[in-house]
């Protein structure tokens, strides 16, 4: 599994548990929907960490509670 995949299924999660769309998402953070649907869709292998800031502002955390789930943390990663 890649990075980009990692995170796209984390925010993918999240939305789910929050109850909102990609487009509220987007929304929220302040980003553009093609964006975060470039992320989830696998198109964007390695979000910026000003895209993940913006993100996660827009979800109500840090950068750091966004990034800290098992997936993510015990999982070996593929270099891209």
Request: aromatic share 2%; with cysteine; glycine share 8%.
């Amino acid at each position: 599994m890649t990075y980009g995949e990692v995170i796209a299924k984390r925010l993918q999660e999240i939305c789910a548990e929050k109850g909102i769309t990609i487009n509220r998402l987007a929304t929220l953070s302040g980003i553009r929907q093609s964006t975060l649907e470039n992320i989830v869709g696998g198109h964007t292998n390695n979000p910026s960490l000003k895209t993940l800031h913006r993100i996660a502002t827009g979800l109500n955390m840090t950068v750091s509670q966004l990034l800290d789930f098992p997936m993510l943390n015990e999982q070996r990663i593929d270099n891209e």
